[in-house]
């Protein structure tokens, strides 16, 4: 992968956009930044953009359906997950929660922001945007977060983490590619959050409670409600 850094920028997925409209950038192309200084979230929430921590966009070209691309969601947090492993003890416990960010020790260390654009020749690109707290813990969110340096007691170098995670996310798109989704749902419910326990479902009309089934092979969030199976695509979810 081609990596394009930078000390300081608004936001990495706002610059893939930007060199996407203007055909300066190729497919499989990383944009990182050591600081964001207008990082945000799913549903525009911000992202706290601390130096010391990994701010990045992996873009991809895509010819298949945008429901099928969303899935770059559960292999980028299954790199995040596997690249955190490499540098934790055994004793934490890495978790991914439905649909886009996976948890240290039950508390938020990354979220993954995917969007897409399709450029003046109609080709469909997906940015794949990834923060991940690594050695600054941000306190403006509205969730408790944690960073990883806290949980291995020393600082985490970010050019290692970084490569590590890219070597992870090659492996792990491979998987999908090669051998199906199948087995990227299966290491995603192997790690799931609170899986079979009780969740709250937040939906633009209305919010309800209900049994976290799994994920659907589609990558929707599988919840059981008055013994019927629900199928989520788009929500907030709270345990």
């Known amino acids: 992968m081609a990596v394009l850094e930078f000390e300081s920028i608004d936001s990495t997925n706002e610059e893939a956009k930007r060199r996407i409209n203007r055909g300066e950038i190729f497919d499989n192309t990383v944009i990182k930044a050591d600081i964001q200084l207008s990082g945000k979230g799913k549903r525009e929430n911000k992202w706290a953009s601390d130096s010391g921590n990994l701010f990045c966009s992996i873009v991809k070209k895509v010819d298949v359906s945008l429901s099928e691309a969303a899935k770059y969601s559960f292999v980028t947090a299954i790199s995040v997950g596997e690249t955190i492993k490499e540098f934790v003890n055994d004793k934490a416990e890495v978790k991914y929660k439905w649909p886009n960010d996976v948890l240290l020790n039950k508390k938020k260390v990354s979220g993954i922001l995917l969007e897409s654009l399709k450029d003046i020749n109609g080709s469909i690109w997906i940015i ?38 890219l070597i992870n996310f090659n492996n792990q798109e491979n998987v999908w590619k090669n051998q199906g989704f199948s087995c990227i749902r299966s290491a995603w419910l192997n790690g799931a959050y609170n899986l079979g326990k009780e969740i709250t479902v937040n939906l633009p009309d209305k919010t309800f409670k209900g049994t976290f089934e799994g994920i659907s092979q589609n990558g929707e969030l599988e919840v059981i409600v008055d013994d019927k199976k629900l199928l989520i695509s788009s929500g907030e979810v709270f345990f």
């Open 128 to 165: 794949i945007g990834t923060g991940v707290n690594i050695n600054n813990t941000p306190q403006n969110l509205d969730i408790e977060p944690v960073n990883i340096s806290m949980s291995c007691g020393e600082r985490v170098a970010v050019t290692e983490f970084f490569d590590k995670f």
